[in-house]
């Protein structure tokens, strides 16, 4: 294990990467919402501007690591990933929704290579038997993330500043949204910057190119398994369900519990957020003395009970029923992955890209809360989604995580 701590080191440090950019989301649909007038709807495809891109490159991602190993597949992650975060400037500049969404799909492609990368890669990176708590060890810097992102993100560029177009000349409210859209330039570019000196970091290293025995073989299908298959599934419902939960938290907490959204974003860092990271953390703890799809079953009861409380409380108990599901949703991303590559061997590559392929959940299941929410004329009863989310997350836990089983 010793000779793996550096790689873990410089891998782990990648899963808050990722959790930094992805957790400004949920900062940037109200933002863009106001900035550019758009329903709950038309905000939601900022989600699946960002998933969508999982689906498209997942495959191509683990196609270009089997041929040219983790390390390059980080690097060019890092690469998109900061060229994305630089070309928020130009979006900003046109104030065109269009540009900002392709911005996003730059970056969430970036994402995709190094999710595609990093999650294995920490799983072959010591001990089988450990895969699942180092998994989830790695995944809690992630959670981290959840927690400053929110923060940092809340205080430059959420504005507060409510707009009235009814008491506005079309020149006044035009230059109010462009300072509103501009405000994405200064953490964008800063973040694009950084991410770019990353990369030239991960070019001049070494990293060990750990392989499964036999990777070299043809592995035929991978979906002949019938575990990776529901584990895709599961993980499609389980990213779906997260994205409703923290993109929406800042509208929800302003529409129902009559806080600004500033103070929202508080809440959403220093509540969601750290709910989220110490259940990472506890949920690992928890593993030594529970197997990890037990705990994933009984969370994912739990939740299916806290997003009815989401849905029909009022106030304030709305807020700390979506803090609550963050805590008990934190183990579910790494202990679904972990489960769905248990045992695939020389296939673990491509098994890897197929569930992070299923992230795609979160450019699909949004856009359907949103519709619900503008339908119902209420954002509470958009919250049926992840309830139906976690139902089937509970249903994989008890009874279709494991290699052994079929298909029924």
């Known amino acids: 294990m010793t000779s793996y701590r550096v790689p873990l080191i410089l891998i782990t440090s990648l899963f808050f990467f990722w959790g930094f950019v992805h957790n400004l989301d949920p900062i940037l649909i109200p933002h863009l919402r106001k900035a550019f007038s758009l329903s709950y709807l038309q905000s939601a495809l900022v989600d699946s501007a960002v998933f969508i891109a999982y689906f498209v490159m997942a495959l191509p991602a683990g196609m270009f690591m089997r041929k040219h190993g983790y390390r390059m597949g980080i690097v060019l992650g890092l690469l998109l990933f900061g060229f994305g975060s630089l070309l928020f400037l130009v979006a900003?500049?046109?104030?065109?929704?269009?540009?900002?969404?392709?911005?996003?799909?730059?970056?969430?492609?970036?994402?995709?290579?190094?999710?595609?990368?990093?999650?294995?890669?920490?799983?072959?990176?010591?001990?089988?038997?450990?895969?699942?708590?180092?998994?989830?060890?790695?995944?809690?810097?992630?959670?981290?993330?959840?927690?400053?992102?929110?923060?940092?993100?809340?205080?430059?560029?959420?504005?507060?500043?409510?707009?009235?177009?009814?008491?506005?000349?079309?020149?006044?409210?035009?230059?109010?949204?462009?300072?509103?859209?501009?405000?994405?330039?200064?953490?964008?570019?800063?973040?694009?910057?950084?991410?770019?000196?990353?990369?030239?970091?991960?070019?001049?290293?070494?990293?060990?190119?750990?392989?499964?025995?036999?990777?070299?073989?043809?592995?035929?299908?991978?979906?002949?398994?019938?575990?990776?298959?529901?584990?895709?599934?599961?993980?499609?419902?389980?990213?779906?369900?997260?994205?409703?939960?923290?993109?929406?938290?800042?509208n929800v907490a302003a529409a129902k519990?009559?806080?600004?959204?500033?103070?929202?974003?508080?809440?959403?860092?220093?509540?969601?957020?750290?709910?989220?990271?110490?259940?990472?953390?506890?949920?690992?703890?928890?593993?030594?003395?529970?197997?990890?799809?037990?705990?994933?079953a009984i969370y994912a009861v739990i939740n299916l009970l806290l997003s009815v409380l989401s849905i029909y409380s009022e106030g304030i108990l709305i807020v700390y029923s979506l803090i609550g599901i963050a805590f008990f949703m934190s183990i579910m991303f790494p202990t679904i992955f972990s489960l769905g590559i248990r045992g695939l061997g020389s296939e673990t590559k491509t098994g890897s890209s197929f569930i992070i392929m299923a992230i795609v959940g979160g450019a699909l299941l949004p856009p359907l809360m949103?519709?619900?929410?503008?339908?119902?004329?209420?954002?509470?009863?958009?919250?049926?989604?992840?309830?139906?989310?976690?139902?089937?997350?509970?249903?994989?836990?008890?009874?279709?995580?494991?290699?052994?089983?079929?298909?029924?």
């Open 257 to 296: 519990a009559g806080i600004t959204e500033k103070e929202a974003s508080v809440y959403l860092g220093l509540g969601y957020g750290l709910a989220f990271m110490s259940g990472r953390f506890f949920g690992t703890f928890l593993m030594r003395f529970i197997a990890p799809d037990r705990l994933l």
């Open 92 to 250: 900003a500049d046109t104030r065109e929704y269009i540009y900002f969404l392709g911005a996003l799909f730059i970056i969430a492609s970036g994402l995709t290579m190094l999710e595609t990368a990093a999650n294995p890669y920490v799983t072959i990176l010591g001990p089988v038997e450990t895969a699942t708590q180092r998994l989830n060890f790695a995944q809690s810097f992630n959670g981290l993330a959840v927690v400053l992102a929110p923060l940092m993100g809340g205080q430059l560029i959420l504005t507060g500043r409510e707009i009235n177009a009814a008491d506005l000349s079309s020149a006044e409210l035009d230059n109010i949204l462009a300072a509103e859209a501009a405000t994405v330039k200064g953490p964008y570019l800063v973040l694009g910057l950084f991410i770019l000196a990353v990369a030239v970091i991960f070019m001049l290293i070494r990293l060990p190119d750990v392989k499964e025995p036999g990777e070299d073989r043809s592995s035929g299908n991978v979906l002949r398994h019938a575990h990776l298959r529901w584990a895709v599934a599961a993980q499609f419902m389980y990213v779906g369900a997260q994205v409703c939960v923290s993109s929406f938290f800042i």
């Open 370 to 408: 949103g519709y619900i929410s503008d339908l119902a004329g209420d954002i509470r009863m958009g919250y049926y989604v992840p309830l139906v989310s976690f139902i089937f997350i509970g249903w994989y836990a008890w009874r279709k995580c494991h290699p052994t089983q079929s298909v029924q």
